[in-house]
């Protein structure tokens, strides 16, 4: 049955006027400037090491595969943190809460999905590559060409937004409860789902079909790659070759471990086990701590990014000079 003070949806003009109440961190008032400092020193460590990365790649004359996608993945993150870490500022900063619009946060959770699910979408390609690079290697400069890159690339950021268009049209055809509080920071898919005023589990079917074509079957053959990598180097007769494979493959795994983990933890659950102040800590984390461990990640323990940032230091040393 509909919860009362279930939001008229027959009046299109409300949707233009009406406005979500973001509580953000409301009940941590005493660590409020604390937290702001925190995320805002974070947010722009992150800006700066994907702005680095991007340049680096960009001032490169050559582009091998891994590379290419090591640019759209700092550009997605870039963009990814730009959607998110602002309102959760804002929301920090007024004491209460921030509103936002019905489109603009409809705006808000179609670019997060998107981002989100390209990102999902992207780390299984550079996991092809990993495998091509790995199980095929005479094949893989043929196979790895600049055009396949661009298709997989392109392919990722048209699935993510598909899937994020359709999940964002499903969720917000929704009626919503008055009051149009959101327990959150940013217009996430679970804090809307919990504010819709149905009491089945229909509304929870689009997320979890989301989920499935984000997060379950990309990961699925993120782990099928793996597998056939870890059976080609059990048989390889050489601990070199075996170790020069695991530092290629480390920093993508790291990564591939952090987003899917924390994505898996965040909406593939039962609606019951929904918990705003944990769920926020959790999404702190997805939104603000691991886009800034992805650039060090990469830049710490990938041959390849070390040697274009190294490239890019020495070029910025030598026109100092002159």
């Known amino acids: ?14 949707e233009v006027t ?22 805002f020193v974070v947010h722009l460590a992150t800006v700066a090491g994907n702005v680095m990365i991007v340049v680096a790649v960009v001032m490169e004359p050559s582009h091998p595969p891994m590379l290419f996608f090591l640019c759209q993945l700092s550009l997605i993150e870039l963009c990814y943190t730009l ?30 999905v998107a981002l989100g699910g390209a990102e999902c979408l992207l780390l299984l390609a550079m996991s092809y590559d990993r495998y091509m690079a790995i199980c095929q290697p005479l094949h893989y400069g043929a196979v790895m060409s600049k055009g396949l890159c661009l298709r997989l690339a392109v392919a990722s950021c048209l699935g993510g937004c598909a899937v994020a268009l359709g999940l964002t049209v499903a969720v917000f055809r929704l009626p919503f409860c008055q009051p149009l509080c959101i327990n959150h920071y940013f217009c996430d898919v ?8 149905t009491q089945s589990y229909s509304p929870q079917l689009p997320l979890l079909a989301a989920c499935l074509l984000l997060l379950l079957l990309p990961f699925l053959l993120i782990l099928t790659s793996y597998c ?11 601990s070199v070759r075996r170790g020069k494979a695991f530092s290629t493959c480390a920093s993508h795994l790291s990564i591939t471990l952090l ?20 769920d926020k800590m959790v999404s702190l984390v997805y939104t603000s701590i691991t ?18 940032l190294r490239k890019m230091l020495r070029r910025k040393k030598v026109a100092q000079l002159h």
Not at 2 to 14: H, V
Not at 228 to 238: K, Y
């Open 291 to 308: 886009p800034l461990l992805y650039p060090l990640i990469y830049g710490l323990r990938n041959k390849e990014m070390r040697g274009v």
């Open 190 to 197: 679970s804090a809307l789902l919990h504010l819709a005023c």
């Open 18 to 39: 009406m406005e979500f109440l973001l509580l953000g961190f409301s009940e941590l008032l005493c660590l409020r400037i604390l937290l702001f400092l925190i995320i």
């Open 228 to 238: 056939c990598i870890a059976a080609v180097l059990v048989r390889a007769p050489s």
């Open 259 to 278: 987003h899917y983990g924390c994505a898996t933890f965040m909406y593939i659950r039962p609606k019951s086990s929904y918990s705003p102040p944990r």
């Open 83 to 112: 959607v998110i870490v602002p309102k959760a500022l804002l929301s920090l900063a007024a004491v209460g809460g921030s509103t936002i619009s019905f489109l603009g946060c409809a705006a808000q959770m179609l670019l997060f």
């Open 1 to 14: 049955m509909p919860c009362e003070g279930c939001m008229e949806r027959d009046n299109k003009s409300t």
